[in-house]
């Protein structure tokens, strides 16, 4: 291939007259490499630990910074907007928005993550502009960023080192598997489907208390995903190979009963479309189809579906033909039923890597085993650091006139620091907070409530150090946080398993 070099203007102090050739394939080459390093770790992956794009890890860590807590009221969405892009993520407000309204819609999150208050959008409709909806954070999304203050996770600099942010957020749960992923790269995408918690959870506890257990073993706690929208998996063989290995396809079917719509007419009942799959595509297909009179058969198509009522589209069948017929071909013609391909590429290390079920599992272990040792250590430091205050004020109110008297006499701060530990035989960090404490405090102590608070002390940092004895223990403790997540937020599978 023929090299054409390029001018290139002179920089600022240069000679205006010199003009340097480059290799255009070259900068070509580094330029585009620079963009899809840029693509594939900023925008478009996903972190294997806590299953989020820097995107939704910005809007989530400045939606808790800015307190909008799930018992606090909900705020304008543009402000979310401008927050997370002001100081975060300096990319288009629309590309903020659209990931926020994802994690707040129920039919494309399993488990929500934003609390959403206003018209969100629908399968066949987009949300209404920020300036009309509202936000606050979700119970789940607080099991997500909690902790993140308490050493827990690697902060790093904003785009221009102003501010810092979460690397990774502490997630209590496997959100990667419970809420999946959709995105483009350059040269890659993934793809992942949501699943059920409780039954995420539970496989995640089996693979702690058994690191060699087998992919089959793991599938009789996920046997398969769980979409928001419910529907029906056809056959597991797709989904056994996507669990082995990362990439697999199955099929989704509408969930449809037949039953009388009139006194005289039968009829099919759809409650249920496969993942992404709006009433108003269908409805639409339908008609083309019944127009061209490549389905013969229906007499009437009524789309009933409504936010508080749910999905419910009814067809009316004529006498004189078989639903069951007709229903079959409605699967084969129409997105009834959708082919669902799972390609479950996410970051590992800052690595793009393709993980199988029990590699996802094993990740989020990992990280969630980091988390709860670094909070613990953080956790144990300062409950020793105040627990040696503590005793510095026990040591020092057996006899609090003597220490008023001692700092009255005293000519400076160091003096009467310096006469403090000597009386008292205090350390100097236990004398200088004894100093910087007002003395109508310093009178009102308790002696009762001191020893209280010591005694509360000495067993948190007992049960820090028992947590930290091991990994073991460590996993354990990871194994009984996951109890307690599941009990807050698992909810019934949605999504029916059938034979293929």
Known sequence: MARTPKAVLPKAGENP????????????SESFLEYAYSVIYS?????????????QRRILHMMFDMGLRP?????????????????????????????????AQPFTTRLPLIDGHGNFG???????????????????????????????????????GQLLEPLVLPAAFPNLLVNGATGIAVGMATNMPPHNLGEV?????????????????????????????????????????????????????????????????QGIVITEFPFNIGPEKVVEKIADLVKAKKILGI????????????????????????????????????PMEDQFSVNAVALVNGRP????????????????????????????????????????????????????KIIRAAEDAAEAKEALIKSF????????????????????????????????????IAALKKILASEESIKAQVSLELTEASKSFATPRRTRIGAA
Do not use: W
């Not at 543009?78 to 975060?88: F, H, I, P, S, T």
């Not at 539970?202 to 702690?208: C, D, M």
């Not at 789309?303 to 639903?323: F, H, R």
């Open 43 to 55: 925008r478009a992956l996903p972190d294997a630990r806590d299953g989020l794009k820097p995107v």
């Open 353 to 404: 890597q393709t993980l199988g079920l029990k590699e996802l599992l094993q990740v989020f272990i990992d990280h969630r085993v980091e988390v709860v040792r670094r909070r613990s250590e953080f956790r144990k430091a300062k409950a020793e650091g105040r627990l040696n205050l503590v005793e510095g004020l026990l040591k020092a109110i057996i006899d609090i006139d003597k220490v008023i």
């Open 122 to 160: 629908s399968l066949d409709a987009g949300p209404a502009a920020m300036r009309y909806t509202e936000a606050r954070l979700a119970p789940a999304a607080m099991a997500m960023v909690d902790e993140a203050d308490e050493d827990t996770v690697d902060f790093g600099g904003n785009y221009d």
């Open 425 to 460: 035989k205090l350390s100097d960090e236990q004398a200088t907070y004894i100093l910087d404490m007002p003395l109508r405090r310093l009178t009102k102590m308790s002696k009762l409530e001191l020893e209280s608070e010591e005694k509360s002390l000495k067993a948190t």
């Open 299 to 334: 007499s009437d198509i009524v789309d009933l579906s409504d936010g508080q009522q749910g999905t419910k589209v009814v067809i009316e069948i004529k006498n004189g033909y078989e639903p069951e017929e007709i229903l079959e071909k409605l699967y084969k013609l129409t």
């Open 201 to 265: 959870i539970a496989a995640t506890k089996h693979l702690i208390d058994n690191p060699k257990a087998t992919l089959k073993a793991l599938m009789k706690f996920v046997p398969a995903p769980d979409f928001p929208t419910g529907g029906e998996i056809v056959g597991l063989e797709g989904v056994a190979d996507a669990y082995a290995n990362g990439r697999g396809s199955f099929k989704v079917r509408a969930t449809a009963v037949i039953e009388k719509v009139t006194t005289r007419k």
């Open 71 to 103: 018992d606090k009221g909900h705020v304008k969405c543009a402000r979310v907007v401008g927050e997370v892009m002001g100081k975060l993520h300096p990319h288009g407000d629309g590309a903020i928005y659209d990931a926020a309204v994802r994690l």
């Open 17 to 28: 007259g010199k003009i340097i050739d480059i290799d255009v394939s070259a900068e070509m």
